[in-house]
C-alpha cells in the first residue's frame, strides 16, 4: 500500500528589503532576524505535524523554496530541504508552478504552500490541513481579512496553478470553480496571521505563542516603537490631507477666476 504523501512547501523571498511595511518599526537587520524567526516557527510546527501525520501512513517532507543563499543555508539548519528557486522566474506563482510540476500528479499526493510569515500556525492545525483526502481538491486558509491566502493545499499539486497575490482568495476560488474542483476554505487562527503590519507584530506579542518570533518581538522595546509609528502615520495622513485642501482651494480659486473672466467677456 502507498503512503499517503504531502509536500510543505515554504516560500521565501530575499532578506534584503525584507518587510518594508515595518520599517517605522524595525531596522533592516532586525527585519532579517524576524523573516528568519519566523521562518523557523513555520519550519518547526509543520515539522511536528509531519511527525503527528507519520503514525497515519503519511509521508510529510518540509521544504524552503527561495533565491536566497542565506535563506536556503538557514532552512537546511533548522532541518527542512532548502530548494533553489529557478533562475529566470518572474514571480512568485511562477516559482511555485514550477517547483509543484516537479513535485508530479498522483491523487496520493499533495502539496501545502504555506507562507513563512504566518509564525503562530500550530502543528495541529496544519495536520488538519494535510488530512484532507478524497479526489482531486483545493483547501484554502484565508488571512484574517478574508482576501489573502495564508495556506494552500493542492491535491495533486498539479491540479491548478497557485495565484498568489492581490485578492487571491477569490482568484484560488475562481480557478477551483474553472477547474471543477472540490474547494474549501477553511479559516484558523493561527495560520490566518500573516505578519505585514506594525499591528500584526502587536499581534504576535500578545500572542501565548512560545516560539522564536515571539520571544525575539518581546526582546524589543516594541510598544515604544509602534506608539512612534503610529504617531508618524498620522502626520503622513495629516500633511497628505493638508497638501489635497490645498489643491481643493486651488481648484477652486480657479474655477472661480475663469467664472469671473466669462462675465467680463460677456
Keep these: 500500500m502507498n503512503k499517503k504523501r504531502t509536500d510543505v512547501v515554504i516560500p521565501v523571498k530575499r532578506l534584503a528589503g525584507a518587510k518594508s511595511r515595518i520599517a517605522d518599526v524595525l531596522g533592516e537587520d532586525e527585519r532579517r532576524e524576524l523573516v528568519l524567526a519566523m521562518l523557523e ?20 517532507d518540509v521544504s524552503v523554496l527561495s533565491p536566497d543563499p542565506d535563506v536556503l543555508a538557514f532552512a537546511n539548519r533548522i532541518g527542512s530541504r532548502g ?29 501545502l504552500v504555506l507562507h ?8 495541529d492545525e496544519l495536520a488538519t490541513l494535510m488530512a484532507c483526502d478524497g479526489e482531486p481538491v483545493m483547501v484554502i486558509v484565508p488571512d484574517r481579512v478574508g ?14 496553478p497557485p495565484r498568489f497575490g492581490s485578492d487571491s482568495l477569490a482568484q484560488h476560488l475562481g480557478a ?14 493561527g495560520v490566518g496571521l500573516d505578519v505585514d503590519t506594525p499591528d500584526d507584530l502587536a499581534a504576535v506579542l ?4 512560545d516560539g522564536r518570533t515571539r520571544r525575539f518581538l518581546a526582546g524589543l522595546d ?15 495622513r495629516s500633511r497628505s490631507s493638508f497638501r489635497g485642501g490645498d489643491s481643493d482651494r486651488r481648484m477652486i480659486d480657479v474655477k472661480r477666476a475663469t467664472a469671473r473672466k466669462r462675465v467680463d467677456e460677456r
Excluded at 528557486?85 to 499533495?110: C, F, I, M, Q, Y
Excluded at 482576501?147 to 491548478?160: E, F, H, K, S, Y
Excluded at 477551483?176 to 487562527?189: G, S, T
Design 83 to 111: 530548494l533553489v528557486e529557478r533562475p529566470g522566474v518572474a514571480s512568485l506563482n511562477e516559482a511555485l508552478a514550477a517547483t509543484l510540476a516537479e513535485l508530479g500528479g498522483r491523487v496520493d499526493s499533495a502539496a
Design 41 to 60: 516557527d513555520v519550519v518547526a510546527a509543520a515539522t511536528h505535524a509531519a511527525r503527528l501525520a507519520a503514525g497515519r501512513s503519511h509521508r510529510v
Design 116 to 123: 513563512a510569515d504566518t509564525p503562530l500556525g500550530t502543528a
Design 206 to 209: 500578545r500572542s501565548d505563542a
Design 222 to 236: 516594541l510598544a515604544g516603537r509602534l506608539s512612534l509609528a503610529r504617531e508618524r502615520a498620522s502626520d503622513r
Design 147 to 160: 482576501r489573502g491566502t495564508n495556506a494552500l493545499l493542492l491535491r495533486p499539486p498539479i491540479v491548478v
Design 176 to 189: 477551483a470553480r474553472a477547474h471543477e474542483l472540490a474547494v474549501r476554505v477553511c479559516p484558523l487562527d
